[in-house]
Structures are given as C-alpha cells and as structure tokens.
Nanobody, 125 residues
Framework: QVRLVESGGGSVQAGGSLRLSCVASGYIDIDSGYCMGWFRQALGKEREGVASIEDDGDTTYADSVKGQFTISKDSAKNTLYLQMNSLKPEDTAMYYC?????????????????WGQGTQVTVSS
C-alpha cells in the first residue's frame, strides 16, 4: 500500500510564494524505482501535469511553470516538495502529488498509479 499526503497549500496574493510538501509512506521509496509528480486541477478544467522528478533526480516541468516552480525531494524524509514562486491567479487550483513505479516518461496524469488527496492553492490578484 502506498500513501501520499500533501500539505502546504493556502491563500496568497499574486507574486507570493508557497511550498507544497508530499509525504510518502507505505511500500514506496521515492529514491528508488518511483517517479514522483505534481499535478493541478483548476475548477472546470482538466488535470494537468506541473512537474516530475525521477528517482535519480532528473526533473521535467510543464512549459507554463518553467522558471517559476521547482520540484525537489528529501530522501531521508521520503518527502516531495514543490516550491512555487511569483504566483499568479491562474495558478489557482487543487494540487496533487502522484507516484508511479519506474520512469516518469510523461506528465500525463493517467500514467500515475498513486495519488494524494490534494491541497488547495488560491492566488488572489
């Protein structure tokens, strides 16, 4: 069983920053054999990939967040992070942490097997 629990969401003004965390537990080692990713879903829109990180540390970002968001992980804590800077109202969404065995391959959400419950991020102008 794999469990992912996100935290760190909240309400901020445009230009502000937030850091999301995702603690992984159960039969998962985020440093070995798993791809980890962050996704978001705004109201009325499809879920979209934001960033992913391979077990060897290679990262991939959606074009919309390159240079603005940074994905990282702390192996000792089995925790994934998403540092979000210069936030804009269009970044408002529910943010989800996800995992899949093997390589990331894609930021398409259907490829991911395990999901957290999500954490809401609201950016006001």
């Amino acid at each position: 069983q794999v469990r992912l629990v996100e935290s760190g969401g909240g309400s901020v003004q445009a230009g502000g920053s937030l850091r999301l965390s995702c603690v992984a537990s159960g039969y998962i080692d985020i440093d070995s054999g798993y791809c980890m990713g962050w996704f978001r879903q705004a109201l009325g829109k499809e879920r979209e990939g934001v960033a992913s990180i391979e077990d060897d540390g290679d990262t991939t970002y959606a074009d919309s967040v390159k240079g603005q968001f940074t994905i990282s992980k702390d192996s000792a804590k089995n925790t994934l992070y998403l540092q979000m800077n210069s936030l804009k109202p269009e970044d408002t969404a529910m943010y989800y942490c996800a995992a899949r065995p093997g390589r990331c391959s894609s930021l398409t959400w259907i490829w991911y097997d395990y999901w957290g419950q999500g954490t809401q991020v609201t950016v006001s102008s």
